[in-house]
C-alpha cells in the first residue's frame, strides 16, 4: 500500500469514525429531548387527573353542604316551629285549667305531635328512603318509576336484569343518581318515554338509561355541567364506576358501569 492510499484510509477512517460520532450525539440529543417531552406529557397529564380528583372532590363537599343546610332548615323551619308552638300549648296547662279547654290543648298537642313525627320521617326519609333499606334497590327504584308513571305526564319502563344482590353501598349511589337522571329528563328533555335497564355483565353492575327528549351534544356536555352531573360522577368515583353517554338517534342515553 501507498503512502498515499494510507492518507486515504486513514481520512475515510476518521470521516467513518466523524460520522458515526454525529449519528450517536444526534441520537443520545433526540433520546433526551424525548425523554423531557414524555415527562412534560405526563406531568400535564397529572395535573389533569388531579384537577378533575379536586373538581370531584369539591363537588361532594357542596352537595354535603348543601345537604346539611337544607336539613338544618327543614329541622329549623318545621321541627323548630313546631315544637315553639307545643311549648306555648303546654304553658296554657294550667292546674285551674277547666276540663273542656284542657281536652281542646291536648287534642291540639296530639295532632301537633302527629305532624312533627310525620315532618321528622319526612326529613330522614329523604335523607335515605325508607324503601331502599326495606326493600333494596331494584324494588325502591320500581316504586320511584310507579310513583312518576303515576303521574301521567311520562312513560318510564324498568328492566331489571340482575342476577345477584346489589351491595349496600352501591344501592344509595344508583338510587340517587338514577333520581337525579329521571329529574334530568322532566326538568330538560321534553320526552315522552324513558328506558332504564340495570344488569350485571360479569362482576360489573350495568344501568342503561335513555330518553327520547331533545338530547344534548357533547359540547354541551363539556361546558353545560351542573351540580347534577357532577354528583353523579363523584358517587361514581367513590365507587370506581363510570359514565358513558352514547350517542342515540333521538333524545339522550347513558350507560353507567359500577
Ligand atoms: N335528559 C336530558 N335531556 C336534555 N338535556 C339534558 C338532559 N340531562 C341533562 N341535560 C342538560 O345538561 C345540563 C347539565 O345537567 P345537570 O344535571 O348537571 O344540571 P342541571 O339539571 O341544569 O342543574 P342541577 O344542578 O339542578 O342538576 C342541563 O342543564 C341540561 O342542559
Ligand atoms: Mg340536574
Known amino acids: 500500500m501507498g503512502a498515499s492510499e494510507e492518507a486515504i484510509t486513514l481520512k475515510i477512517i476518521i470521516i467513518g469514525m466523524g460520522v458515526i460520532f454525529m449519528l450517536s450525539l444526534s441520537v443520545i440529543v433526540f433520546f433526551i429531548i424525548y425523554q423531557r417531552r414524555l415527562l412534560a406529557q405526563q406531568k400535564k397529564h397529572q395535573k389533569i387527573e388531579s384537577d378533575y380528583q379536586k373538581e370531584l372532590l369539591e363537588t361532594a363537599i357542596l352537595s354535603q353542604e348543601e345537604e346539611r343546610s337544607r336539613v338544618a332548615k327543614e329541622l329549623h323551619d318545621e321541627v323548630g316551629?313546631?315544637?315553639?308552638?307545643?311549648?306555648?300549648?303546654?304553658?296554657?296547662?294550667?292546674?285551674?285549667?277547666?276540663?273542656?279547654?284542657?281536652?281542646?290543648?291536648?287534642?291540639?298537642l296530639r295532632a301537633f305531635l302527629d305532624d312533627m313525627i310525620q315532618s321528622v320521617r319526612g326529613i330522614s326519609q329523604d335523607l335515605r328512603p325508607v324503601i331502599l333499606e326495606k326493600l333494596g334497590l331494584i324494588e325502591a327504584l320500581q316504586s320511584l318509576v310507579q310513583t312518576i308513571n303515576d303521574t301521567g305526564g311520562i312513560q318510564i319502563n324498568f328492566k331489571d336484569n340482575t342476577s345477584r344482590i346489589v351491595p349496600k353501598p352501591k344501592e344509595l349511589n344508583l338510587y340517587r343518581i338514577v333520581q337525579e337522571l329521571i329529574n334530568n329528563t322532566l326538568k330538560h328533555a321534553k320526552a315522552k318515554n324513558v328506558d332504564i335497564e340495570?344488569?350485571?355483565?360479569?362482576?360489573?353492575?350495568?344501568?342503561?338509561?335513555?330518553?327520547?327528549?331533545?338530547?344534548?351534544?357533547?359540547?354541551?356536555?363539556?361546558?353545560?355541567?351542573?351540580?347534577?352531573?357532577?354528583?353523579?360522577?363523584?358517587?361514581?368515583?367513590?365507587?370506581?364506576?363510570?359514565?358513558?353517554?352514547?350517542?342515540?338517534k333521538k333524545g339522550m342515553a347513558i350507560r353507567i358501569v359500577c
Open 198 to 248: 340495570i344488569k350485571h355483565e360479569n362482576e360489573a353492575l350495568v344501568l342503561l338509561y335513555k330518553d327520547d327528549g331533545i338530547g344534548l351534544d357533547h359540547k354541551t356536555l363539556l361546558n353545560k355541567k351542573g351540580l347534577g352531573l357532577k354528583n353523579i360522577e363523584s358517587r361514581l368515583s367513590v365507587l370506581s364506576g363510570t359514565m358513558n353517554f352514547l350517542k342515540p
Open 81 to 108: 316551629a313546631m315544637l315553639t308552638t307545643t311549648k306555648l300549648y303546654f304553658g296554657q296547662i294550667t292546674p285551674s285549667l277547666p276540663e273542656i279547654e284542657f281536652e281542646e290543648i291536648t287534642n291540639k
